[in-house]
Protein backbone atom coordinates (compact mmCIF):
# COMPACT_ATOMS: atom_id res chain seq x y z
CA UNK A 1 0.00 0.00 0.00
CA UNK A 2 1.47 3.00 -1.00
CA UNK A 3 0.99 6.08 1.70
CA UNK A 4 -0.35 9.55 0.71
CA UNK A 5 2.21 11.97 -0.65
CA UNK A 6 3.27 14.15 1.79
CA UNK A 7 2.76 17.50 -0.49
CA UNK A 8 -1.10 16.40 -0.71
CA UNK A 9 -2.12 18.86 2.22
CA UNK A 10 -0.86 21.51 -0.46
CA UNK A 11 -2.07 20.60 -3.62
CA UNK A 12 -5.65 20.89 -2.12
CA UNK A 13 -4.41 24.05 -0.80
CA UNK A 14 -3.28 25.59 -3.98
CA UNK A 15 -6.13 24.18 -5.18
CA UNK A 16 -8.73 26.30 -2.90
CA UNK A 17 -6.62 29.15 -3.90
CA UNK A 18 -6.73 28.24 -7.11
CA UNK A 19 -10.58 28.47 -7.03
CA UNK A 20 -10.80 31.62 -4.78
CA UNK A 21 -8.91 33.46 -7.78
CA UNK A 22 -11.01 32.32 -10.65
CA UNK A 23 -13.88 33.21 -9.03
CA UNK A 24 -12.61 36.82 -8.12
CA UNK A 25 -11.83 37.15 -11.35
CA UNK A 26 -15.12 36.24 -12.43
CA UNK A 27 -16.97 38.95 -10.45
CA UNK A 28 -14.70 42.10 -11.28
CA UNK A 29 -15.41 40.89 -14.64
CA UNK A 30 -19.22 40.68 -14.04
CA UNK A 31 -19.34 43.67 -11.73
CA UNK A 32 -17.03 46.32 -13.93
CA UNK A 33 -18.81 48.72 -15.77
CA UNK A 34 -18.42 48.76 -19.44
CA UNK A 35 -17.13 52.39 -19.89
CA UNK A 36 -14.53 51.57 -16.87
CA UNK A 37 -11.49 53.92 -17.76
CA UNK A 38 -8.63 52.18 -16.54
CA UNK A 39 -6.14 55.13 -16.70
CA UNK A 40 -7.42 57.16 -14.53
CA UNK A 41 -10.00 54.69 -13.07
CA UNK A 42 -13.28 56.00 -13.04
CA UNK A 43 -16.81 55.33 -14.98
CA UNK A 44 -16.47 56.86 -18.61
CA UNK A 45 -20.53 57.27 -18.71
CA UNK A 46 -20.50 59.55 -15.62
CA UNK A 47 -19.21 62.49 -17.61
CA UNK A 48 -22.17 61.60 -19.92
CA UNK A 49 -24.69 61.20 -16.67
CA UNK A 50 -23.67 64.16 -15.35
CA UNK A 51 -23.82 66.48 -18.30
CA UNK A 52 -27.19 65.65 -18.93
CA UNK A 53 -28.40 66.61 -15.64
CA UNK A 54 -30.74 69.52 -15.92
CA UNK A 55 -29.89 73.06 -15.23
CA UNK A 56 -29.95 74.29 -11.76
CA UNK A 57 -28.04 77.68 -11.93
CA UNK A 58 -28.19 80.46 -14.66
CA UNK A 59 -25.30 82.71 -13.26
CA UNK A 60 -25.91 86.33 -12.66
CA UNK A 61 -26.74 87.76 -16.60
CA UNK A 62 -29.42 84.90 -16.41
CA UNK A 63 -31.18 87.93 -14.01
CA UNK A 64 -30.71 90.46 -15.79
CA UNK A 65 -33.79 90.17 -18.37
CA UNK A 66 -36.12 90.67 -15.56
CA UNK A 67 -34.64 92.65 -13.37
CA UNK A 68 -32.82 95.14 -14.63
CA UNK A 69 -32.02 97.74 -11.71
CA UNK A 70 -30.74 95.36 -10.03
CA UNK A 71 -28.41 93.85 -11.93
CA UNK A 72 -26.99 97.72 -13.74
CA UNK A 73 -26.37 98.62 -9.41
CA UNK A 74 -24.93 95.36 -9.15
CA UNK A 75 -21.98 96.20 -11.52
CA UNK A 76 -20.46 98.95 -9.45
CA UNK A 77 -20.82 97.70 -5.88
CA UNK A 78 -19.17 95.68 -3.57
CA UNK A 79 -20.62 92.38 -3.74
CA UNK A 80 -20.62 92.68 -7.67
CA UNK A 81 -18.51 89.20 -7.77
CA UNK A 82 -20.70 87.35 -4.93
CA UNK A 83 -23.64 85.36 -7.27
CA UNK A 84 -27.04 86.21 -7.07
CA UNK A 85 -27.99 82.44 -6.37
CA UNK A 86 -26.07 82.82 -3.52
CA UNK A 87 -28.62 84.61 -1.64
CA UNK A 88 -31.69 83.95 -3.80
CA UNK A 89 -31.35 79.94 -4.25
CA UNK A 90 -30.91 78.59 -7.83
CA UNK A 91 -33.20 80.18 -10.77
CA UNK A 92 -34.85 76.50 -11.47
CA UNK A 93 -36.34 77.02 -8.55
CA UNK A 94 -38.17 80.81 -9.61
CA UNK A 95 -37.99 80.70 -12.96
CA UNK A 96 -38.99 78.51 -15.82
CA UNK A 97 -39.67 79.39 -19.46
CA UNK A 98 -39.22 83.32 -19.34
CA UNK A 99 -41.91 82.87 -16.45
CA UNK A 100 -42.04 83.40 -12.46
CA UNK A 101 -42.64 79.92 -11.62
CA UNK A 102 -42.03 80.21 -7.84
CA UNK A 103 -40.88 82.79 -5.10
CA UNK A 104 -37.18 83.14 -5.32
CA UNK A 105 -35.09 82.74 -1.58
CA UNK A 106 -34.76 85.83 0.31
CA UNK A 107 -33.03 85.67 3.43
CA UNK A 108 -32.89 88.36 5.95
CA UNK A 109 -31.09 86.16 8.47
CA UNK A 110 -27.46 87.32 10.23
CA UNK A 111 -26.70 84.00 9.35
CA UNK A 112 -26.74 84.35 5.62
CA UNK A 113 -24.16 87.49 6.12
CA UNK A 114 -22.08 85.99 7.87
CA UNK A 115 -21.75 82.64 5.79
CA UNK A 116 -19.43 84.70 4.20
CA UNK A 117 -18.29 87.20 6.78
CA UNK A 118 -17.84 85.65 10.01
CA UNK A 119 -14.50 86.02 11.26
CA UNK A 120 -12.23 83.92 10.48
CA UNK A 121 -8.49 83.56 9.94
CA UNK A 122 -8.78 81.54 6.52
CA UNK A 123 -10.40 84.23 5.07
CA UNK A 124 -8.30 85.79 2.00
CA UNK A 125 -6.09 88.70 2.99
CA UNK A 126 -7.91 92.13 3.43
CA UNK A 127 -11.21 90.67 2.88
CA UNK A 128 -14.28 92.56 5.10
CA UNK A 129 -14.80 90.69 8.09
CA UNK A 130 -17.65 91.00 11.13
CA UNK A 131 -15.65 91.45 13.95
CA UNK A 132 -17.88 92.02 17.20
CA UNK A 133 -14.31 92.65 18.68
CA UNK A 134 -12.63 94.14 16.42
CA UNK A 135 -9.40 91.76 16.98
CA UNK A 136 -8.75 90.59 13.68
CA UNK A 137 -10.80 92.30 11.17
CA UNK A 138 -11.26 95.91 11.22
CA UNK A 139 -12.96 97.10 14.13
CA UNK A 140 -16.57 98.87 13.30
CA UNK A 141 -17.65 100.91 16.68
CA UNK A 142 -20.87 100.04 15.60
CA UNK A 143 -20.55 96.72 16.07
CA UNK A 144 -18.81 96.56 19.27
CA UNK A 145 -22.42 97.91 20.65
CA UNK A 146 -24.28 95.00 18.68
CA UNK A 147 -26.30 92.11 20.69
CA UNK A 148 -26.64 88.92 18.81
CA UNK A 149 -29.69 89.81 17.23
CA UNK A 150 -29.92 92.76 15.73
CA UNK A 151 -30.14 91.75 11.57
CA UNK A 152 -27.03 92.98 9.25
CA UNK A 153 -30.01 94.34 7.00
CA UNK A 154 -30.68 97.18 9.30
CA UNK A 155 -27.74 99.46 9.00
CA UNK A 156 -26.78 97.05 5.28
CA UNK A 157 -28.18 96.82 2.39
CA UNK A 158 -27.45 93.35 0.95
CA UNK A 159 -27.34 94.98 -2.90
CA UNK A 160 -25.53 97.98 -1.80
CA UNK A 161 -23.71 97.20 1.39
CA UNK A 162 -21.52 99.82 2.25
CA UNK A 163 -23.56 101.55 4.94
C1 LIG B 1 -25.79 89.09 -0.14
C2 LIG B 1 -27.07 88.49 -0.48
C3 LIG B 1 -27.73 88.93 -1.76
C4 LIG B 1 -27.21 88.88 -3.03
C5 LIG B 1 -25.84 88.38 -3.44
C6 LIG B 1 -28.25 89.35 -3.90
N1 LIG B 1 -29.35 89.69 -3.19
FE1 LIG B 1 -31.14 90.30 -3.92
N2 LIG B 1 -31.86 90.55 -2.04
C7 LIG B 1 -31.21 90.20 -0.88
C8 LIG B 1 -32.03 90.52 0.26
C9 LIG B 1 -31.67 90.29 1.73
C10 LIG B 1 -33.22 91.09 -0.25
C11 LIG B 1 -34.41 91.63 0.53
C12 LIG B 1 -34.15 93.09 0.82
C13 LIG B 1 -35.18 93.64 1.76
O1 LIG B 1 -36.34 93.27 1.64
O2 LIG B 1 -34.79 94.47 2.59
C14 LIG B 1 -33.10 91.07 -1.71
C15 LIG B 1 -34.07 91.50 -2.59
C16 LIG B 1 -34.04 91.29 -3.97
C17 LIG B 1 -35.12 91.57 -4.88
C18 LIG B 1 -36.51 92.09 -4.53
C19 LIG B 1 -36.46 93.50 -4.03
C20 LIG B 1 -35.71 94.43 -4.93
O3 LIG B 1 -34.72 95.03 -4.46
O4 LIG B 1 -36.03 94.58 -6.13
C21 LIG B 1 -34.67 91.27 -6.14
C22 LIG B 1 -35.43 91.39 -7.44
C23 LIG B 1 -33.30 90.81 -6.01
N3 LIG B 1 -32.95 90.83 -4.68
C24 LIG B 1 -32.51 90.43 -7.08
C25 LIG B 1 -31.15 90.17 -6.98
C26 LIG B 1 -30.24 90.00 -8.12
C27 LIG B 1 -30.65 90.07 -9.56
C28 LIG B 1 -29.00 89.77 -7.61
C29 LIG B 1 -27.68 89.62 -8.36
C30 LIG B 1 -27.37 90.64 -9.33
C31 LIG B 1 -29.13 89.75 -6.16
N4 LIG B 1 -30.42 90.01 -5.82
C32 LIG B 1 -28.10 89.46 -5.27
C33 LIG B 1 -29.95 89.63 -0.80
C34 LIG B 1 -29.09 89.44 -1.87
C1 LIG C 1 -38.43 85.75 -16.54
C2 LIG C 1 -38.24 86.86 -15.66
C3 LIG C 1 -37.41 86.64 -14.39
C4 LIG C 1 -36.12 86.19 -14.29
C5 LIG C 1 -35.20 85.70 -15.42
C6 LIG C 1 -35.77 86.31 -12.90
N1 LIG C 1 -36.83 86.79 -12.18
FE1 LIG C 1 -36.86 87.26 -10.20
N2 LIG C 1 -38.80 87.89 -10.34
C7 LIG C 1 -39.55 87.88 -11.51
C8 LIG C 1 -40.88 88.39 -11.21
C9 LIG C 1 -42.02 88.58 -12.24
C10 LIG C 1 -40.91 88.69 -9.83
C11 LIG C 1 -42.09 89.23 -9.01
C12 LIG C 1 -42.39 90.66 -9.39
C13 LIG C 1 -41.46 91.59 -8.78
O1 LIG C 1 -41.48 91.72 -7.54
O2 LIG C 1 -40.72 92.28 -9.50
C14 LIG C 1 -39.59 88.36 -9.32
C15 LIG C 1 -39.20 88.52 -8.00
C16 LIG C 1 -37.94 88.26 -7.51
C17 LIG C 1 -37.54 88.44 -6.13
C18 LIG C 1 -38.40 88.94 -4.99
C19 LIG C 1 -39.02 87.77 -4.25
C20 LIG C 1 -40.10 87.08 -5.03
O3 LIG C 1 -39.92 85.90 -5.37
O4 LIG C 1 -41.10 87.72 -5.34
C21 LIG C 1 -36.23 88.08 -6.06
C22 LIG C 1 -35.37 88.08 -4.83
C23 LIG C 1 -35.80 87.66 -7.39
N3 LIG C 1 -36.87 87.78 -8.24
C24 LIG C 1 -34.53 87.21 -7.70
C25 LIG C 1 -34.15 86.75 -8.94
C26 LIG C 1 -32.83 86.24 -9.25
C27 LIG C 1 -31.68 86.17 -8.27
C28 LIG C 1 -32.81 85.89 -10.57
C29 LIG C 1 -31.69 85.27 -11.37
C30 LIG C 1 -31.07 84.06 -10.81
C31 LIG C 1 -34.13 86.16 -11.10
N4 LIG C 1 -34.90 86.67 -10.08
C32 LIG C 1 -34.52 85.95 -12.40
C33 LIG C 1 -39.12 87.49 -12.75
C34 LIG C 1 -37.85 87.01 -13.06
C1 LIG D 1 -21.21 84.73 -0.88
C2 LIG D 1 -20.43 85.55 0.01
C3 LIG D 1 -21.04 86.80 0.58
C4 LIG D 1 -22.23 86.95 1.23
C5 LIG D 1 -23.31 85.91 1.46
C6 LIG D 1 -22.26 88.31 1.69
N1 LIG D 1 -21.13 88.97 1.32
FE1 LIG D 1 -20.63 90.88 1.80
N2 LIG D 1 -18.96 90.75 0.63
C7 LIG D 1 -18.58 89.63 -0.05
C8 LIG D 1 -17.45 89.98 -0.91
C9 LIG D 1 -16.71 89.01 -1.84
C10 LIG D 1 -17.18 91.34 -0.70
C11 LIG D 1 -16.12 92.20 -1.35
C12 LIG D 1 -14.89 92.10 -0.53
C13 LIG D 1 -13.74 92.87 -1.13
O1 LIG D 1 -13.89 93.45 -2.20
O2 LIG D 1 -12.70 92.88 -0.48
C14 LIG D 1 -18.14 91.80 0.31
C15 LIG D 1 -18.19 93.09 0.83
C16 LIG D 1 -19.04 93.49 1.85
C17 LIG D 1 -18.94 94.71 2.61
C18 LIG D 1 -17.84 95.74 2.49
C19 LIG D 1 -18.16 96.87 1.64
C20 LIG D 1 -16.91 97.72 1.53
O3 LIG D 1 -16.22 97.60 0.51
O4 LIG D 1 -16.61 98.42 2.48
C21 LIG D 1 -19.99 94.74 3.50
C22 LIG D 1 -20.31 95.86 4.49
C23 LIG D 1 -20.73 93.53 3.31
N3 LIG D 1 -20.12 92.78 2.31
C24 LIG D 1 -21.86 93.19 4.01
C25 LIG D 1 -22.64 92.05 3.77
C26 LIG D 1 -23.93 91.82 4.36
C27 LIG D 1 -24.64 92.76 5.30
C28 LIG D 1 -24.35 90.61 3.90
C29 LIG D 1 -25.68 89.92 4.15
C30 LIG D 1 -26.84 90.61 3.62
C31 LIG D 1 -23.29 90.08 3.04
N4 LIG D 1 -22.28 91.00 2.99
C32 LIG D 1 -23.32 88.84 2.42
C33 LIG D 1 -19.13 88.37 0.03
C34 LIG D 1 -20.35 88.09 0.62
C1 LIG E 1 -25.92 99.11 13.96
C2 LIG E 1 -25.63 99.11 12.52
C3 LIG E 1 -24.88 97.90 11.97
C4 LIG E 1 -25.27 96.59 12.03
C5 LIG E 1 -26.52 96.01 12.68
C6 LIG E 1 -24.27 95.84 11.30
N1 LIG E 1 -23.31 96.69 10.80
FE1 LIG E 1 -21.73 96.15 9.64
N2 LIG E 1 -21.08 98.07 9.63
C7 LIG E 1 -21.75 99.13 10.22
C8 LIG E 1 -20.94 100.35 10.07
C9 LIG E 1 -21.31 101.74 10.54
C10 LIG E 1 -19.76 99.94 9.36
C11 LIG E 1 -18.55 100.81 9.03
C12 LIG E 1 -18.62 101.31 7.65
C13 LIG E 1 -17.31 101.99 7.30
O1 LIG E 1 -16.82 102.80 8.08
O2 LIG E 1 -16.77 101.68 6.25
C14 LIG E 1 -19.90 98.53 9.10
C15 LIG E 1 -18.96 97.77 8.40
C16 LIG E 1 -19.14 96.44 8.04
C17 LIG E 1 -18.22 95.66 7.24
C18 LIG E 1 -16.93 96.17 6.64
C19 LIG E 1 -15.89 96.05 7.73
C20 LIG E 1 -14.58 96.69 7.40
O3 LIG E 1 -13.56 96.15 7.87
O4 LIG E 1 -14.55 97.71 6.69
C21 LIG E 1 -18.71 94.40 7.15
C22 LIG E 1 -18.13 93.20 6.40
C23 LIG E 1 -19.96 94.37 7.89
N3 LIG E 1 -20.18 95.63 8.42
C24 LIG E 1 -20.75 93.26 8.04
C25 LIG E 1 -21.84 93.21 8.91
C26 LIG E 1 -22.57 91.98 9.20
C27 LIG E 1 -22.24 90.63 8.59
C28 LIG E 1 -23.56 92.31 10.08
C29 LIG E 1 -24.56 91.39 10.72
C30 LIG E 1 -24.01 90.24 11.46
C31 LIG E 1 -23.46 93.75 10.32
N4 LIG E 1 -22.39 94.23 9.61
C32 LIG E 1 -24.30 94.46 11.13
C33 LIG E 1 -22.95 99.08 10.88
C34 LIG E 1 -23.66 97.95 11.19
Same mark, same amino acid.
Given at each position: ?17 ? /?? %?????? /? ?11 ? /? ?9 ? +????? +? ?12 ? /? ?6 ? &? ?10 ? &????? @? ?5 ? %?? +? ?18 ? &? ?14 ? @? ?7 ? @? ?7 ? +? ?5
Amino acid at each position: MSSPSPRSHLYRLLLILL /VF %GIGFLA /VKEWATPDSWNYE /VWYRGDAIKDI +AAQPL +AYGGNDSCKSCHKD /VSRLWRKK &PHRTVACETCHG &PIIDH @VKDKEKT %GA +ALVDKTRGQCLNCHLEQINR &PKGFKQFSKQGEIGKS @VQKHKELDE @VTPCLKCHD +AHDPQP
